[in-house]
């Protein structure tokens, strides 16, 4: 099930739910500090995936976030990257995916 079918249903009231999210195409390098900004722009970080964790995983990394459905909800996240040597600041996008949202917990 996912967040946009979740919200057209009628009768559904939104509300808070947990998700996993990925991010695909990371930098090499990233860190759980770049993956807690990324997901605190969706909700409240709740867990990370242990693969990312152990960086068994490299190509993908997964969050488990605390999502607010009442309103809508980003499908990708502007981060500004800071090259060390000469200072410039580019911008990156980096695709959000909502692999499972949870049912409402009661």
Request: net charge positive.
């Amino acid at each position: 099930m996912t967040v946009d079918s979740l919200k057209k249903k009628k009768g559904v009231q939104p509300f808070p739910s947990m998700a996993w999210l990925s991010f695909r195409n990371l930098l090499h390098t990233f860190v759980k500090e770049y993956l807690f900004s990324l997901s605190n722009a969706v909700g409240t970080t709740i867990h990370l995936d242990q693969a990312m964790i152990k960086r068994t995983r490299p190509s993908c990394a997964r969050v488990k976030v605390l999502v607010d459905l009442k309103g809508s909800v980003p499908k990708y996240v502007i981060m500004n990257i800071e090259d060390e040597v000469n200072g410039e600041v580019r911008p990156t996008v980096v695709d959000i995916r909502y692999d499972y949202v949870f049912k409402r917990m009661q």
